[in-house]
């Protein structure tokens, strides 16, 4: 299976991704998962960012809390709503939000 | 192109969750497709008529208003957690469907993609 | 003509938020989904309960004494009387150590002849491959 | 014998708090105490006229306005958050007041004790 | 200050609990709060109940949630409304809800 | 003749729900209030942000720009321009490596001469203690 899974939170998001199985696992970070791809808690960055190596972030909602696109974690892709939509309908066969 | 089914669910008014989908589903009728589109729990107050602008809640009337136009968008409003809310079906937003929770089940069916958001 | 299976994920716990009591009305409400679809054509949905999402499934809940509103036992318990599959993931029941006397397993009080099974979560994770779509509540 | 002051947030009805709300204010005013109640956010829908009862939901309808009755008890809704919800004032159960927020630190102000229900 | 804390989730409640000093701190489990006077994750008691000896959950939510009074951590005291009323009014100077 | 003191404490990350931007239109609010006390009695808010809550307060947030709502910086530049106190706790900041200039600590762009502080979360604590309500949201 190819999963995408959009990241909607901070908080008590490891628990269900690290249990995850897929062929393909992409992380699309959303909403307030935004902040996994630039808050640093304790020097540390965000756990979520070792789970897959197909990690994306909303732009628009980066913008919205502060943080440019040019800004974040290297291995995080910045993409817009439209790159969204070709994820959701190209690149995997089922997506979930949590 | 396909057919993209999005429900929301207990999403808050006031969270941007609804203001997430309604840009989903434009920029996926830009592109072509199709969208169904499901609100249930909170999330049904998205299809209440009458939301009076502030600049502390984003406005979607009217952009729902344009996905209607494109023929390509349904929207649908459970029916029981519009009436449980005190809302009516006078009380619908120009546009919306209201219908039990099998509609919803009954989009999924025939989509291509589901993108349910559920949770808080 | 085509059967569709949709998992219905609970993550949730239940009370704060409505989000796991509309996975089972959802869910529940695959019995009555044909009358929009084609002949032959149909729903299956299964039902799984993961992480804090397990303590849907403990038994005695008293919603309707205290609140006034149906427990989530009830509709679980609604769900069994309806067959549909509910799974219940074993390393999360381990890992708050309930036993399996303290789940709702059946519904045969109101008359069920289907019971709730308590899965490894590779298992759910074999159901969500399976499945056309994924809902996570 | 005090003033309780309890404000409701961006509860989710659903959501059990709007209940805690209610019952605390039942048990307070039951021992003499006076209650004020404010909700804001969506708690706001709290206030709204003609919700239908199901079992699904509880139904706090019948429980406000005995405590209305008791004479101890104000309840009142935040404007801007019920209007950007699209109920006007008309739409606002019996008993009820709209006001601004400053009502509700008007009443933290002369309160005893002060319950804010705050989060989700 | 005497503080009351209403504990009203079962998740990321240890952040602000933590850091809270007053002379009097009572823990007061509401919603999903009671989770904590029962609950053991990996055979652990919550952490919550290690910070203030007084310690209450609500008995109409443990009941709501499948739990009998008499089946909690016995440092908890299972209360009613009533007796949050007089908590609230007597024993604690400010109340908050987390 | 009394000023009361009300501490607004925000925990909660913006936008995913309202509690953030309900604590600052809140807590401006106390700058209407009068017309509901007695003569000379007044409400004295105190704005700390604790935890994730710290969050609000990180300058460039476009959320006019890309959802057409005001963002949390408005808000508290709005609090700042009334001459609110504000206070965001540096352990927390520090924790998040998140530097001074990185926050919203003036709303000098719109005429305030107030600025926020970053303290110790003691002398948050402080504040609470001297409050007479506590707000958290």
């Known amino acids: 299976m190819k999963l995408g899974v959009l990241v909607s939170d ?6 269900t991704l690290s249990r995850l199985k897929a062929d393909k696992l992409g992380i699309i970070l959303v909403s307030n998962g935004v902040y996994h791809a630039k808050v640093k808690e304790g020097g540390k960055q965000s756990p979520i960012l070792e789970k897959s190596p197909h990690l ?6 980066l913008q919205t809390r502060g943080f440019a696109e040019t800004d974040i974690d290297s291995r995080v892709k910045a993409i817009t709503y439209n790159d969204l939509v070709d994820l959701i309908f190209n ?8 | 192109m396909g057919k993209l089914t999005i429900g929301v669910f207990s999403s808050l008014v006031g969270s941007l969750s609804l203001d997430f989908a309604v840009k989903l589903s434009e920029a996926a009728i830009k592109k072509g497709h199709k969208v169904d589109f499901w609100v249930s729990g909170n999330a049904t107050m998205l299809s209440k008529k009458g939301q009076r602008a502030f600049k502390d809640y984003s406005a979607l009337e009217k952009k729902l208003q344009e996905l209607f136009a494109t023929g390509n ?15 009516r079906k ?4 120009d546009g919306w469907k209201r219908h039990s929770m099998d509609w919803y089940l009954a989009s999924c069916f025939s989509a291509d993609k589901v993108l349910h958001i559920g949770g808080d | 003509m ?18 796991s009591r509309l996975a089972l009305t959802h869910a529940i409400a695959s019995q009555t989904v044909e009358i929009y679809l084609e002949d032959g054509d149909n729903v299956e949905p299964v039902l799984a309960f993961i992480g804090d999402g397990v303590l849907n499934c403990l038994r005695n809940q008293k919603a309707m004494n205290t609140y006034g509103v149906t427990s989530l036992e009830q ?17 999360d029941v381990e890992k708050f150590g309930i036993s399996e006397d303290a789940l709702i397993m059946d519904a045969e009080d109101i008359g069920g002849e289907t019971r709730a099974n308590i899965v490894a979560f590779s298992e759910i994770m074999k159901e969500m491959d399976s499945s056309n779509h994924l809902l996570f509540f």
Not at chain 1, 10 to 15: G, K, P
Not at chain 1, 91 to 98: A, D, N, S
Not at chain 2, 90 to 93: G, K
């Open chain 3, 75 to 91: 509709h679980i318990k609604n769900s069994l009387l309806l067959d549909l599959k509910v799974l219940i993931c074993k390393e």
């Open chain 1, 10 to 15: 901070f908080r008590n998001m490891d628990d």
């Open chain 2, 73 to 87: 968008f349904q929207a649908t409003a459970c029916e029981a957690c519009a009436e449980a809310r005190g809302y």
């Open chain 2, 90 to 93: 006078e009380d619908t937003m």
């Open chain 1, 91 to 98: 690149e995997y066969e089922k997506v979930i939000w949590v």
């Open chain 3, 2 to 19: 085509a059967t569709k299976k949709f998992a219905f994920v609970v993550k949730s716990l239940p009370y704060k938020t409505e989000a």
């Open chain 1, 56 to 61: 994306y972030a909303l732009a628009e909602d």
